[in-house]
């Protein structure tokens, strides 16, 4: 499994329900990647998206311990481990957990690689991603040109688990 995240220096990646900063660049990687797979995430992450609509062109697999929850286009999941039952279905590589940060952290453990885009910039936040530098279990695998979006420089960076 895979985890695609934008983070800041700090891995920082939301404040008040909402992302630290929106750069096309980053859209399009993240679209261009998960087009096609599958796509985990919990339920306030799904609050964030358009019209609090499933990805479309992706499966997606929504956590949520509200039973009565029903989302038209996704499959919703109670726990961690019916997300696995159900996530079991697919190739591996092929399924993206995608936030927010209560899902990135309990899915942690069944990640074997990151797709960081990493943001040069600290940002007032109050959700974060593990910091993967500190983590002896990861190492990073590849790093991308700098790119900038205005003045805010970020980077594509593959981590891998060791
Ligand atoms: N920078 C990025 O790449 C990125 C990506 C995604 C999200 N974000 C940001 O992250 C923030 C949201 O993260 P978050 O941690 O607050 O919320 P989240 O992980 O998106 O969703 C949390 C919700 O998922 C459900 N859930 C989590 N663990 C569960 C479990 N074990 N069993 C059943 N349900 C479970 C619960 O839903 P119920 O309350 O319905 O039970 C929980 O309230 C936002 O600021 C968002 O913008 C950033």
């Not at 990647?33 to 799904?46: A, D, H, I, P, Q």
């Given at each position: 499994?895979?985890?695609?995240?934008?983070?800041?220096?700090?891995?920082?990646?939301?404040?008040?329900?909402?992302?630290?900063?929106?750069?096309?660049?980053?859209?399009?990687?993240?679209?261009?990647?998960?087009?096609?797979?599958?796509?985990?995430?919990?339920?306030k992450?799904?609050?964030?998206?358009?019209?609090?609509q499933?990805?479309?062109?992706?499966?997606?697999?929504?956590l949520?311990?509200?039973?009565?929850?029903?989302?038209?286009?996704?499959?919703?999941?109670?726990?961690?481990?019916?997300?696995?039952?159900?996530?079991r279905?697919?190739?591996?590589?092929d399924?993206?957990?995608?936030?927010?940060?209560?899902?990135?952290?309990?899915?942690?453990?069944?990640?074997?690689?990151?797709?960081v885009?990493?943001?040069?910039?600290?940002?007032?936040?109050?959700?974060?991603?593990?910091?993967?530098d500190?983590?002896?279990?990861?190492?990073?695998?590849?790093?991308?040109?700098?790119?900038?979006?205005?003045?805010?420089?970020?980077?594509?960076?593959?981590?891998?688990?060791?």
């Amino acid at each position: 499994m895979k985890a695609i995240v934008a983070a800041d220096r700090n891995w920082a990646i939301g404040y008040q329900g909402g992302l630290l900063v929106s750069i096309p660049g980053d859209h399009r990687m993240f679209r261009k990647e998960t087009l096609n797979k599958v796509v985990v995430y919990g339920r306030k992450t799904l609050e964030t998206f358009p019209l609090s609509q499933p990805l479309e062109k992706r499966t997606n697999i929504i956590l949520s311990t509200n039973r009565s929850l029903s989302v038209k286009g996704a499959v919703v999941v109670h726990s961690i481990e019916e997300l696995l039952d159900e996530a079991r279905q697919y190739d591996t590589d092929d399924v993206y957990v995608i936030g927010g940060a209560a899902v990135y952290r309990q899915m942690l453990p069944y990640i074997d690689t990151a797709i960081v885009t990493k943001v040069d910039y600290e940002y007032h936040a109050d959700v974060w991603f593990p910091n993967l530098d500190r983590d002896p279990d990861w190492v990073m695998a590849g790093e991308g040109e700098e790119q900038t979006y205005f003045d805010v420089p970020y980077t594509f960076v593959t981590y891998k688990r060791k």
